[in-house]
């Protein structure tokens, strides 16, 4: 959720050599878990940060999600030359195949599991008359165009290959930080606070940062409290254990599934999105996981209820995620 209330604004050099003014613009994610959509238009060029869609509520009859008005991009889509993606969750990826319906972007830069995750979205998406290139991006990475310099830096986030991205431009450094946690007890990828200094030492106009809660005061518990908290109630666990969480939090689904199989337990997962995330994420190495970790839905009454760990979508309540579908009965 971006914290800053107003995030349109002009941003003018000081020295006045450039007469074109920066705008900075949101389409969506202002005081919002949802459609995270940033625009950086200079001139007569424009990158967007990031295309999410909302989640569909019980308020929202008949809807699968919420996208935003891409009109203006619609209306100046000869500025586009690129779309950049801080990570690979649904709010800040999905709404890309409806972006795509009404503007022609010529490449997505994305890291590799949100590189991934946006070829399974748009090659689903049957619509689509034509597909961007799709580039992956490191943490050495830089793109120049005639306007803007784009680099990266690694942030810690529930989902691997997670970045801030930093956008020069000709009247100055924006920085915006993608979601981010800092929490050093968890393992794996931790936020590069070096390169952030150096980021800050080059200059920084504008930060927009976004991290959930962060308007909260204080301090909140590293996760690996509430992973040894599992790791202490598994044992004691007669019957299945469920664990609903979002489809592309693949690191808590990681931590999840080495739970289970150290209190030896099989892993089933429910719901389409979290299957094919599952497997993406096999694919390119994040999760090294074995076929015997799985018992599929149809094979799990084949073993004792104590030897179980489920993990559905479903977190957020929505009406049609694999947790609603069990607990109303209707799960076949």
Do not use: W
């Not at 203006?72 to 779309?83: G, Q």
């Not at 830089?142 to 290959?161: A, L, N």
């Not at 004691?236 to 254990?241: D, E, I, T």
């Amino acid at each position: 959720m971006e914290t800053q209330k107003n995030l349109n604004m002009l941003t003018k050099r000081e020295d006045k050599t450039d007469k074109a003014i920066t705008r900075i613009f949101s389409l969506g994610g202002i005081e919002e878990v949802d459609k995270n959509t940033y625009c950086i238009e200079h001139d007569d060029e424009m990158i967007i940060i990031d295309c999410g869609m909302k989640f569909a509520n019980d308020e929202l009859l008949g809807i699968d999600g919420i996208v935003p008005s891409y009109e203006y991009l619609s209306k100046n889509s000869k500025k586009l030359k690129a779309i950049f993606i801080s990570h690979g969750h649904e709010d800040h990826i999905g709404g890309i195949p409806y972006l795509l319906l009404a503007v022609d972007c010529p490449v997505i830069y994305a890291t590799l599991i949100a590189s991934e995750l946006i070829k399974k979205k748009l090659n689903d998406f049957k619509n689509l008359k034509k597909m961007p290139e799709i580039i992956t991006y490191y943490d050495d990475t830089e793109i120049k165009t005639k306007h803007f310099h784009v680099s990266f830096c690694r942030v810690s986030h529930s989902i691997p290959d997670s970045f801030a991205v930093f956008v020069q431009t000709p009247n100055g450094g924006i920085l915006h930080t993608g979601d981010y946690r800092v929490d050093f007890c968890l393992e794996g990828e931790q936020i590069d606070l070096h390169k952030l200094a150096k980021i800050g030492e080059q200059g920084v106009g504008v930060l927009m940062s976004e991290t959930t809660n962060s308007e909260i005061s204080g301090f909140s518990s590293s996760e690996t409290e509430i992973y040894q908290e599992i790791d202490n109630i598994l044992p004691n666990a007669s019957g299945r254990v469920f664990f609903t969480i979002f489809a592309s939090n693949l690191s808590r689904i990681n931590r999840m599934i080495a739970l289970a199989i150290n209190h030896g337990r099989k892993i089933c997962l429910l719901g389409r999105a979290i299957e094919n995330n599952v497997e993406i994420a096999r694919k390119i190495g994040y999760l090294e996981l074995k076929d015997s970790d799985f018992i599929a839905a149809k094979s799990l009454v084949t073993l004792q209820d104590n030897a179980i760990m489920i993990i559905c979508t479903g977190s957020q309540g929505e009406e049609m995620a694999a947790l609603n579908v069990i607990a109303s009965n209707r799960h076949a």
